[in-house]
């Protein structure tokens, strides 16, 4: 069974930048497909970003392009969300995923990031 544990949000001005980490185990994670979400009250859970698991391929919100970037270790068991230039409108809990045809989906419980002045 897959377990994640997400680390690294917090309180951060307009422009400033955060690292989100998203620590896995319980499957082996180079197999696991990998993803932030987030969401705000009172709205749906939003992808943010997901990198795959062969060839780190990545993706990202329109939102998010340019300022926000997806990055893996495998060795570390870790997944990373480097977020710049970051805006009120990024406020959200962001949460980690996992995926794998074998296991399906798994969730983080979250961390908080506030972007506010």
């Known amino acids: 069974q897959v377990q994640l544990v997400e680390s690294g949000g917090g309180l951060v001005q307009p422009g400033g930048s955060l690292r989100l980490s998203c620590a896995a185990s319980g499957f082996p994670f180079s197999r696991l497909v990998m993803s932030w979400y987030r969401q705000v009250p009172g709205k749906e859970r939003e992808l943010v970003a997901t990198i795959t698991n062969t060839y780190g391929s990545t993706n990202y919100a329109d939102s998010v392009k340019g300022r926000f970037t997806i990055s893996r270790d495998n060795a570390k068991n870790t997944v990373y969300l480097r977020m710049d230039s970051l805006k009120p409108e990024d406020t959200a809990v962001y949460y980690c995923?996992?995926?794998?045809?074998?296991?399906?989906?798994?969730w983080g419980k979250g961390t908080l990031v506030t972007v506010s002045s």
């Open positions: 995923n996992a995926r794998d045809s074998f296991v399906g989906a798994t």
